[in-house]
């Protein structure tokens, strides 16, 4: 299955390839909340818990290389901006802008980052339960997510995204 997708997103595929996935299988007293592992070089852009009481359900955070939220920060996703490209559990590889938004408990691990010229790719080892390209941003219907997904560069500088606060990688 090494093919990009850009439109059409087999989330039921992503979903297969977690339930093999050999980071889902966590100590279960270490499953407090939705943690992030960014072991790049580079920062991420996740989603937790709204602190700019603007009515989204969530917010962006810049999650900084070689560290990890802590325990008690639920992190529920991974924003990948225009030019950017993730690459999930079987090769799927996505363009951004998008969100990628996991259940409760889930152990989100960005572990690389391929600075292919014109292409930057960050490998993310935990697959999504859902995809959201920023024209799903929305509170009003169900098909949507309310979280901010910004289209371009420019969008995610204006929302000024807040530091996460951060733990030691594990």
Not at 41 to 50: A, F, K, R, S, T
Not at 64 to 93: E, L
């Amino acid at each position: 299955m090494n093919e990009v997708l850009t439109k059409g997103i087999l989330i039921e595929e992503l979903v297969r390839e977690a339930s093999r996935s050999l980071v889902e299988k966590e100590k279960p007293e270490n499953l407090v909340s939705g943690r992030c592992f960014n072991e790049t070089d580079m920062h991420v852009v996740i989603y937790g818990p709204n602190y700019k009481n603007d009515g989204l359900h969530n917010s962006l955070y810049v999650l900084k290389s070689k560290s990890a939220t802590p325990n008690d920060f639920d992190c529920d996703g991974v924003y990948i901006p225009q030019g950017f490209q993730a690459k999930f559990p079987g090769g799927t590889i996505l363009d951004g802008p998008f969100a990628a938004k996991y259940d409760n408990l889930k152990r989100i691990r960005v572990t690389s980052y391929e600075g292919t010229p014109g292409f930057p790719t960050y490998t993310i080892l935990t697959a999504p339960n859902a995809i959201f390209k920023p024209e799903k941003s929305g509170c009003n219907d169900s098909d949507k997510v309310c979280w901010p997904i910004p289209s371009t560069f420019n969008e995610l500088q204006t929302y000024g995204p807040a530091d996460a606060p951060t733990a030691p990688l594990e």
